[in-house]
């Protein structure tokens, strides 16, 4: 009677192994040089290479433990507005009248608490809901009066500076000290509070567009609205909701720079042009500005971009108008670049075409890795 021997298994050997990490590794590569938001992280380790070794010429270091904690509570405030800003723009729509929603939301924050420990939730519940009014005003206005998101959050903007204007002359004290130890300057760890908020509304914000319809949706409806509403979107809820989402970002920046000032302040959100810098950011990002494509993940990119333009710029004494000269000749060339990069992508399509691939043409309704 013969016994038969089990097979060994076998394992591949050290070559092997070593060549499928290098094949994992060329997959990565190539899909990070292919997507816009990789290529935006590839830039940002550029410019911080590149900004590095032009401070360190002069003496200084860019990349200490307190200019890093500086560039990243530098990018709180910018990050925030800026991720809502971010949902608007997918969606093929814009919002003006972000930095004024700051100012006024500081100034309801030091009103409602009124120096009260005891008052913070409330003024944290205030903060919100005026944020989310005015951007259910802003959806409404754009949705079902049928009017330009630019003319119609211009015109929310001038609104709000009139209400401001009218009623407080100053700086508005009143912040509870609470807030201020707590969201303004406290830490765990080596990380401000603040940074971790940074990150949970990207992270919230993320979610929002990678895994639940409405981010699916919002896609769709800016890659074209008219098709959306044919595939049965409702292409007005989804713009709203859009809209009350950015508001709601752009009334947490006010309150966390109330937490900062220890005061509301009716120019606080327009003195940090943050409704200019917070496009900037997502166009930096590689967001598209006709709607469609984008990333929240590219938009934090191009924060810490401009971020880190901040405090090379600091750290070389460079003058206001040679910043603001900077970074405007670095915005329009990653627009170039990404609307060169974008039309050899309709024109190698057009020159396959659906006979060429093999497959029929499809509505694209994402754009998360665009």
């Not at 009260?116 to 959806?139: E, F, Q």
Request: positive net charge; contains cysteine.
């Amino acid at each position: 009677m013969t016994t038969s021997t089990p097979p060994v298994a076998q394992h591949p050997g050290p070559a092997a192994q070593g060549g499928s990490q290098r094949s994992a590794a060329s997959r990565f590569w190539r899909a990070l040089t292919k997507t816009t938001t990789g290529q935006v992280y590839l830039a940002l380790i550029a410019i911080l290479v590149i900004c590095w070794a032009v401070v360190a010429i002069k003496g200084s270091n860019l990349l200490t433990i307190d200019s890093i904690t500086d560039m990243l509570i530098r990018s709180v405030a910018l990050g925030i507005v800026a991720a809502g800003q971010t949902l608007v723009i997918i969606g093929m729509s814009l919002d003006l009248s972000v930095a004024w929603v700051i100012s006024l939301t500081s100034i309801v924050a030091a009103v409602v608490m009124d120096g009260s420990n005891g008052n913070i939730v409330p003024g944290i519940l205030a903060v919100l809901a005026v944020g989310a009014a005015i951007g259910l005003a802003n959806g409404l206005i754009i949705t079902k009066l049928r009017v330009n998101p630019f003319i119609a959050t211009l015109g929310v903007a001038l609104i709000i500076q009139s209400i401001i204007e009218s009623n407080w002359d100053g700086v508005v004290e009143g912040v509870a000290k609470g807030l201020e130890n707590s969201l303004g300057y406290s830490e765990i760890g080596p990380l401000p509070i603040a940074v971790l908020l940074l990150a949970a509304v990207y992270l919230a914000v993320w979610f929002l567009l990678r895994y639940t319809r409405f981010g699916h949706q919002l896609y769709a409806v800016g890659g074209s609205e008219e098709v959306s509403k044919l595939s049965g979107v409702r292409t007005h809820r989804v713009l709203i909701t859009a809209h009350v989402i950015c508001a709601v970002c752009a009334a947490i920046t006010g309150l966390y720079l109330a937490s900062r000032l220890g005061a509301g302040s009716p120019l606080v959100g327009t003195d940090g042009g943050y409704d200019l810098e917070s496009i900037a950011a997502v166009v930096l990002g590689g967001t598209y500005l006709l709607g469609g494509r984008g990333s929240v993940l590219g938009t934090l990119a191009g924060v810490f971009i401009l971020a880190i333009l901040d405090s090379t710029f600091n750290a070389l004494e460079v003058n206001a108008f040679a910043k603001d000269v900077a970074r405007g000749v670095i915005i329009i060339v990653a627009v170039a670049a990404y609307s060169f990069r974008a039309k050899g992508r309709r024109v190698r399509k057009i020159g396959a075409g659906p006979a060429a691939t093999g497959n029929a043409p499809q509505t694209q309704t994402q754009g998360a890795n665009a």
